[in-house]
């Protein structure tokens, strides 16, 4: 009898795939391949979204069986997370990871067992693994730094006092977004960045708070790039909440259309930028993977500028 498993890695990977993946199935018509999926968080909009997203486009292919882990919120939870499916041995992890060193051992130690990883959104500090996908978030924050010189009168003429609210010091976003926004602000002798390294999480709450001190120790402020659209929301709360949001421009980064874009609209925020949920193109990408088509290392989703000249458009669109 040949053995299955042989006669696949004989006729080369592609078939090799396959035919594992078939030696793998259970019994009973079940799906064909099982997926876990590691998310840093399940509470916050744009992470909801991201996963329903998911949910909805596996959902669509019966060959497909997909668990989500909710991470917590804490790299400890998330790793061990990972490492439950590597022991599970299931057929791909996706994960976003909280951190990026946090998650490199686990994302390193699945791809060592032989289980393909796609890292979206957030990146890990490792090769080590089959695909990212995610927006360019140095592009995005040269955008957004972009525009607030374009805000704040112009390159080279460009005036005014600037807080930054990051996100988690620890992920890729947040720095990138840090870093692309500060070529651009940098390079314009009249910005004055005020506070510059105050991490909120990427939490409403806690941006309120730095933003209620920032309103404390500075009696003008200019304009806020927080690293996304709750903290630039909690940051125009604090304004509000002391009567000085009419004399600072708020610049998130999201855009999605039940927060940022609504923020947009109702006149909080002056712009934010989309920034993709990869759930969907995920899925896409697992499957391809899983039926051993060749994959590009990494997968750049787009973005685009929401504020008052396209926010209507960009409501309509996603309504
Ligand atoms: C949600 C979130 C988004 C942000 C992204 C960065 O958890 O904070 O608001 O754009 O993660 O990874």
Redesign the pocket.
């Known amino acids: 009898m040949i053995d299955r498993r042989t006669f696949g890695l004989a006729l080369g990977s592609g078939v090799a795939g396959l035919a594992l993946a078939g030696c793998s199935r259970p019994a009973g018509g079940a799906a064909r391949w099982r997926l876990g999926f590691s998310q840093?968080?399940t509470t916050?909009p744009?992470?909801v979204l991201f996963s329903r997203e998911m949910r909805e486009t596996a959902a669509a292919h019966p060959d497909l069986q997909l668990t989500i882990a909710d991470g917590q919120d804490r790299t400890e939870k998330q790793v061990a997370d990972v490492e439950a499916f590597v022991r599970q041995r299931v057929d791909l992890i996706l994960v976003s990871p909280k951190e990026s060193a946090g998650l490199t051992g686990a994302v390193e130690a699945a791809t060592a067992a032989g289980i393909p990883v796609i890292v979206l959104?957030?990146g890990v500090d490792t090769e080590a693994y089959r695909q990212f996908i995610g927006s360019d978030n140095l592009k995005i924050g040269r955008m957004a730094g972009d525009y607030a010189v374009g805000l704040l009168g112009g390159k080279g003429k460009a005036q005014g006092r600037i807080v930054e609210i990051w996100?988690g010091m620890a992920?890729t976003?947040a720095q990138e977004r840090h870093k692309g926004f500060a070529a651009a602000a940098d390079a314009e002798p009249g910005l004055v960045r005020v506070m510059d390294r105050q991490d909120a999480d990427?939490k409403q709450d806690r941006a309120y708070n730095i933003m209620a001190s920032a309103l404390k120790a500075h009696p003008k402020i200019d304009l806020v790039y927080a690293?996304?659209?709750?903290m630039a929301y909690g940051a125009y709360l604090a304004a509000m909440d002391a009567g000085r949001q009419g004399e600072i421009r708020f610049i998130g980064?999201?855009g999605i259309p039940t927060e940022g874009a609504k923020w947009v609209k109702d006149g909080a925020l002056t712009a934010t930028f989309v920034?993709e949920p990869p759930g969907a193109e995920a899925i896409e990408q697992a499957l391809r993977i899983l039926k051993g088509e060749a994959v590009p290392k990494r997968i750049e989703l787009g973005t685009q500028v929401i504020d008052a000249t396209t926010v209507d458009a960009f409501l309509a669109k996603h309504a």
């Open positions: 840093v968080t916050e744009w992470r959104d957030r996100g992920s976003p990427w690293h996304n659209d709750p980064i999201d920034y």
